[in-house]
C-alpha cells in the first residue's frame, strides 16, 4: 500500500529519490531532496507518498514489512518544520 501524503508541497530544483528499507529492502518513501549530502532527514512537506500513512502523523517511521524502526518525528525548532531523522544505515537511497 502506497499513501499519497497530504501534507507534500513540490519543490523547484529538487531530485527524486527513491528510500527503501536497510533490512528488507521494501519501499518505504519517495522524497524530493535538495541539495548535495547524505541523507539525514526527511522533511514531510518534501516526502512525496510513503508506504506509511502520514496522513496519521506518526512519531516514527518503521517499515510495514521487517517492523523495524527507519526514522523518528521530531519538530525542529528554529523552522518549526515537522521532519523525520533517519536512523543511519537503516534506509538506503537510490535516484529516481
Ligand atoms: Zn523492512
Given at each position: 500500500m502506497i499513501y499519497e501524503n497530504p501534507n507534500h508541497r513540490r519543490v523547484k530544483g529538487s531530485r527524486l529519490l527513491l528510500?527503501?528499507?536497510?533490512?528488507c529492502k521494501k519501499e518505504i518513501a519517495h522524497y524530493q531532496k535538495v541539495g548535495k549530502?547524505?541523507?539525514?532527514r526527511m522533511y514531510v512537506p518534501r516526502i512525496v507518498r510513503s508506504a506509511v500513512d502520514l496522513s496519521k502523523k506518526p512519531g516514527a517511521l518503521s517499515c510495514p514489512k521487517c517492523k523495524k524502526q527507519l526514522a523518528t518525528r521530531v519538530t525542529l525548532r528554529r523552522k518549526g518544520k515537522d521532519a523525520y531523522v533517519?536512523?543511519?544505515s537503516a534506509f538506503n537511497s537510490a535516484e529516481l
Open positions: 528510500i527503501t528499507c536497510g533490512y549530502g547524505n541523507l539525514l533517519m536512523k543511519r
